[in-house]
């Protein structure tokens, strides 16, 4: 296991794991030096992007926070093997996420603890694909400009799609999906633009078929069973993001049969509200993120509680 120079008060460390296919995955986490975390936080990093770099500083804000943050490389991005960019299949990538996610929240000193999930982009329909396979597993998600639906403006004409879900099957590698340059449409601050492209583990290029056909399987899907989301969540959306579908998140707020919801729409910020905005707009949407999760992790040990309620609950029924 690697560890990295420190980062003030904040200990990171990383790590490979193997999958049940195989694949050597790339692993880190982040946690308080000096404190015992909050809760657990578990991110999901969007298409084309990696966690150790591009989301490195929402990590430490969110230590600096008291919380403990993992992330996970999926298959085919970032220090993950799998060709750079192929999503071959979109469950076995939650396969993947949800194995190493439950195995960090099942080790001894974290089983009181609150676990919540954040995605941004594709990284939120992961979220929202972990909650569905283990419903009642989760405390909460942060649901950052989520993959409900891919924007118009970055979907081809359903004539295009229909050719390129075939050849998906034929060619799954190439790079021939028509559409505009995500990095230029995704991060308004031009500098982070440029880091982004300078990153070795991003991927750069045209979307791959299989690639492109598994994100439009999957956000179509997620999209027609938005009742079904029933976690606690935040979902942020920038007014001006032209990658995903702000109407959807809308949608899923006014839809989920949660209780407790939470929407934040930000006028004129874009796609990127993690990392891709000026210094002021990106303080506001993490106020808004700690404050959240803050409220929600102030429960004392509500898990174990939850836990054992459900335990009486189902031997009461036996």
């Known amino acids: ?5 420190d980062l003030g008060g904040v200990k990171y460390e990383e790590d490979y794991i193997v999958n049940s296919r ?9 946690i308080p030096e000096n404190q ?33 943050v993992y992330g996970i490389d999926y298959e085919g991005h ?13 469950d076995n990538v939650v396969d993947d996420c949800s194995d190493h996610f439950t195995t960090i929240c099942e080790k001894k000193e974290n089983k009181g603890k609150m676990r919540y999930l954040l995605g941004e982009s594709m990284g939120g329909a992961m979220c929202l694909l972990l909650h569905r396979k283990k419903p009642d597993y989760w405390d909460g998600a942060v649901l950052v400009a989520p993959m409900c639906k891919i924007a118009d403006d970055m979907k081809p004409s359903p004539i295009v799609i229909s050719i390129l879900t075939r050849l998906s099957t034929i060619i799954p590698t190439w790079k021939i999906i028509p ?13 982070i633009r440029e880091q982004v492209r300078a990153n070795p583990y991003c991927y750069k290029g045209k979307t ?10 999957i956000s179509t899907d997620i999209e027609k069973r938005l009742q079904e989301v029933s976690l606690p969540f935040l979902v942020l959306h ?4 032209r990658v995903t579908d702000k109407a959807v998140s809308q949608q899923l707020h006014e839809l989920a049969s949660s209780t407790d919801k939470t929407i934040k729409m930000y006028p004129e910020m874009w796609h990127g509200l993690l990392y891709g905005e000026p210094q002021q707009n990106l303080d506001i949407v993490y106020a808004d993120i700690i404050s959240w999760l803050e409220k929600r992790s102030n429960l004392g040990n509500s898990r174990l509680e939850r836990e054992h309620k459900h335990e009486n609950d189902r031997s009461l029924k036996d």
């Open 1 to 5: 296991m690697a560890q990295a120079p």
């Open 78 to 90: 970032g220090k993950s093997a799998g060709l750079q960019g192929l999503v071959k299949i979109f």
């Open 22 to 30: 195989g694949l050597k995955l790339f692993t880190c986490k982040w």
């Open 208 to 217: 791959r078929l299989r690639t492109g056909y598994e994100l439009l399987r």
């Open 238 to 241: 920038g007014e001006e993001d």
């Open 179 to 191: 559409g505009q340059d995500i990095i230029d449409l995704a991060f308004k601050e031009p500098e």
């Open 36 to 68: 015992e975390p909050k809760a657990l936080i578990f991110l999901c990093h969007g298409y084309a992007m990696e966690c150790s770099i591009t989301m490195n500083s929402t990590a430490t804000r969110l230590v600096k926070a008291g919380f403990a």
